[in-house]
């Protein structure tokens, strides 16, 4: 007797219409080791929001931190330059590479079937950097566009209508970086096609360099780059925008109960107050 078959269609993906969050990685790692390494986020946070992860455009050594569990994960990626090493680029070029990965992220996920509204960046230690400098960028277009009655124009996402609400920054750093070159002027950004380790840093971050949208930062107490990551919170973003999550630990993400938890509700919080509707589940 033939095995019968079923012609039932398969059940749609239940995270194809909930907003979604763009994720970014470290450097010297990539997107399938970040989704990796966000496991217990991911668990929490994928009943609210469809996270989409990028790859960054160029190559480089793996981070150390990584080789003994990620090892084999190859190839790794950059998103910035932190090592002398790291191939020259002008700046044109660097924004233009970053771009491109980003829409193709972003373009990629619309095929798939993604049809929730872009609402967040989510990134760790250089990704996390490469995110508030995109809400710094989107910022800065919208004040040109107040000013002068001019469209807001596409961002450093290449992708037209898409708006930022809100940041995740997970062990991000000062300086932030300039991702764009006719608008943004600031002593205290970073220029895209430079190496950001040993920045000489500012007495005081102009207005044009400090961000004002709603930000989640989280700090690892045992981290050797707190102290970057405190100048992002204190010096770059503005006073009342941001949530700040300390726990326990060194240059990682959370993985623990507790730590999730707080890191989680935290998130939830942000967009709940920028008008994501969430689903709590911590």
């Given amino acids: 007797m033939p095995a019968s078959i079923s012609t ?3 059940p749609a993906d239940p995270s194809l219409s909930l907003p979604r969050l763009l994720c970014l990685h470290g450097g010297g790692v990539n997107a399938a080791i970040f989704a990796a390494q966000s496991r217990s986020l991911i668990k929490h946070l994928s009943r609210s929001f469809r996270l989409v ?4 455009p160029f190559l480089c050594p793996p ?8 090892g084999t994960y190859a190839p790794f990626r950059r998103w910035l330059r932190w090592l002398p090493e790291h191939a020259d680029i002008d700046a044109d070029s660097a924004i233009e590479e970053i771009t491109y990965a980003l829409r193709l992220a972003i373009e990629d996920d619309d095929r798939a079937g993604g049809r929730g509204e872009w609402v967040g960046l989510m990134g760790f230690s250089q990704g996390a950097k490469l995110a508030a400098s995109m809400l710094l960028e989107q910022q800065a277009r919208e004040a040109r566009a107040a000013a002068t009655g001019e469209g807001v124009g596409v961002g450093t ?6 708006r930022w609400r809100f940041g995740v920054l997970l062990a991000g750093r000062a300086p932030l970086a300039r991702l764009n070159e006719e608008i943004q002027h600031s002593r205290a950004l970073v220029g895209a096609e430079a190496i950001s380790e040993g920045f000489g840093f500012v007495d005081e971050v102009e207005e044009e ?3 004002r949208a709603p930000t989640v930062h ?3 107490m045992a981290d050797p780059g707190l102290h970057l990551h405190q100048r992002l919170l204190e010096q770059y973003c503005e006073e009342g925008s941001a949530t700040l999550v300390e726990w326990d630990g060194a240059h990682r993400i959370p993985i623990k109960g507790k730590d999730v938890e707080r890191v989680v509700n935290a998130i ?3 967009a709940e107050k920028t008008g994501v509707p969430v689903t709590r589940s911590v």
């Fill in 218 to 220: 989280v700090h690892g």
């Fill in 8 to 10: 039932s269609n398969p």
């Fill in 209 to 211: 360099a400090v961000l």
């Fill in 157 to 162: 996402c290449g992708v037209e209508g898409v």
């Fill in 63 to 70: 981070h150390a931190d990584v080789i003994a569990v990620y």
């Fill in 53 to 56: 992860w990028a790859d960054a």
């Fill in 268 to 270: 939830y919080d942000v």
